[in-house]
């Protein structure tokens, strides 16, 4: 059975048993937590961590980051969600400032996140049409990346364009104007134009995990490649499920690395939840499937030529800064990320650190 983690997060799974967050944290953590080396030293290439602004005004995640990442991809607050919340005339870069400007103060690289994004932008761009429209995509682009032209390593340029089922491309405001491929050619172009040096990466879930979706992003690289397009770097988003079943992740992973271009693991994280109300597997049984999946995933990447390897980034550090962990989804338990809520190492850090010294 395969899940997506939309549907995870929409099914309501919060189990009735959302005791008190530290408290579930001492029953269900490791009784000794394992000791892991910092994540950086020993990651095959740079190690990124999701960031969103306000952690940087948290010592106990400054201090965890410091010791265990050396990239860092904004969270939420460079997207154009935030960046126009105000409008199209009054893009607003306080928080990926702040967020660039901590990434340079501790000699962290910065991964920028997202350009062009279906999900975004659709109030932003609404009323416009034919060259107004053409000319605030553009000039969106230009004045993002071009701002953060030399601060950032690399762009997600275009985020989840494929379907859930893998069936087809999305239909989304940027295709209805541009045609499905045409918008990903024409959002490529503008960031070429904008920061010639940063490595420009398509970004997209699940195709490590759902056959048909890995298939359909196979043929879409092959398709903007054959037509110009400057696309250099394929994003593997690995939000992972503990069902996802063995072999599946590797066998993607050796096809993709086919186009030898670089692979960054950009968005790592495993819930620990299952569709099935009636899943009565013990924490012990659900962080030994995790294990078995970030295992699998690390060792893939690991295996790829050094050339290959760009970066490899969880979103987020500890459990409760993890997406899964917000809100009233959260049911207190989820153990999706390297550390715990205090910041300990997680089973899930010591599988990485194992995976990348292999
Ligand atoms: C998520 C963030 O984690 C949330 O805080 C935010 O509310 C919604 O977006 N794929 C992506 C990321 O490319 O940008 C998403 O991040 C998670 C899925």
Redesign the pocket.
Known sequence: MSIS?RTVLASGLALPLAAPLAACDRISAEPTPPNVPPLKSVAPCPFGA?I?AMQIDDPDWVALARANVSQLTP??EM?MEYVLADGLDRPNFDRSDAIAAFAQANGMALHG??LI?YSQGKEAFAGLSGAAFDRAFDGYIAALAGRYRGKVRSW?VV??PILDDGSALRDCHWSARYGHDGYMLRAFEKARIADPDGVLFL?E?NQESVPAKGAQFLKLVERLLKAGCPLQGLGL?S?LWIDIPDGVIAAYMREIAQFGLPIHVS?LDCTLRTENPLDLRSQADRLARQTARVTELAEAFTALPPAQRFAFTV?GLRDTDS?YR?GDKDDGRDKPLPFDSFGRPNPMAAALAEAFRA
Do not use: C, G, P
């Open positions: 983690r999701a969103k969270e939420w997207k996140h997202t994004w997600d985020n989840e970004n879930y988003q939000h968005e979103w997406w917000q």
